[in-house]
T-cell receptor, first 115, second 111 residues
Framework: AQSVTQLGSHVSVSEGALVLLRCNYSSSVPPYLFWYVQYPNQGLQLLLKYTTGATLVKGINGFEAEFKKSETSFHLTKPSAHMSDAAEYFCAVTTHGDSNYQLIWGAGTKLIIKP | DVKVTQSSRYLVKRTGEKVFLECVQDMDHENMFWYRQDPGLGLRLIYFSYDVKMKEKGDIPEGYSVSREKKERFSLILESASTNQTSMYLC??????????FGPGTRLTVL
């Protein structure tokens, strides 16, 4: 069965510092991987996704993530945090050929930006 | 741009009331989903639908039902609302791929 683990329910960084949000997954077949962001009192918005091809994926708002098969990881990074990045971030996985197109979700990580 | 709309942003209902949450998407997507979101629990799938009149139970279907009479509309029904159904409800749709597009959410309070 697939699963997603996000390390840290809360991550706090200073404005201008590196953002690193961790996501590990388990899947017996090649995965599709996603990062979504949720701003307060809003729905979720797709940040980036990995399907096939290049393992370093660039998304919106300066975020990127790298698929590392050997580590079963898909960590999200941003070189320099901005106050507007304060939000909750969700990692999700599904597999190629999953006809139901369901996503398996991590529990989320709240990113706090300190001035 | 994909647009997913939900009928209410905030809703307050009383215990025992029948509650309808409506979701409409304008991109002719085949798949639609209802989630509930609670602090510390992430997103939990209630029901999803992969075609008109088709539905599948998710992880927590108890106390809920759904209806999809038209492709663009997916309704979540709480037959008899209870206080433990106070939550944020999120609707999503996706084409025949894996990317899901979300509505703004409905924050439901059951008193």
């Amino acid at each position: 069965a697939q699963s997603v683990t996000q390390l840290g329910s809360h991550v706090s960084v200073s404005e201008g510092a590196l953002v690193l949000l961790r996501c590990n997954y388990s899947s017996s077949v090649p995965p599709y991987l996603f990062w979504y962001v949720q701003y307060p009192n809003q729905g979720l918005q797709l940040l980036l996704k990995y399907t096939t091809g290049a393992t370093l994926v660039k998304g919106i708002n300066g975020f990127e993530a790298e698929f590392k098969k050997s580590e079963t990881s898909f960590h999200l990074t941003k070189p320099s945090a901005h106050m507007s990045d304060a939000a909750e971030y969700f990692c999700a996985v599904t597999t190629h050929g999953d006809s139901n197109y369901q996503l398996i979700w991590g529990a989320g990580t709240k990113l706090i930006i300190k001035p | 741009d994909v647009k997913v709309t939900q009928s209410s942003r905030y809703l307050v209902k009383r215990t025992g009331e029948k509650v309808f949450l409506e979701c409409v998407q304008d991109m002719d997507h085949e798949n639609m989903f209802w989630y509930r979101q609670d602090p510390g629990l992430g997103l939990r799938l209630i029901y999803f639908s992969y075609d008109v009149k088709m539905k599948e139970k998710g992880d927590i279907p108890e106390g809920y039902s759904v209806s999809r009479e038209k492709k663009e509309r997916f309704s979540l029904i709480l037959e008899s609302a209870s206080t433990n159904q106070t939550s944020m409800y999120l609707c999503a749709s996706s084409p025949l791929s894996n990317t899901q597009y979300f509505g703004p959410g409905t924050r439901l309070t059951v008193l």
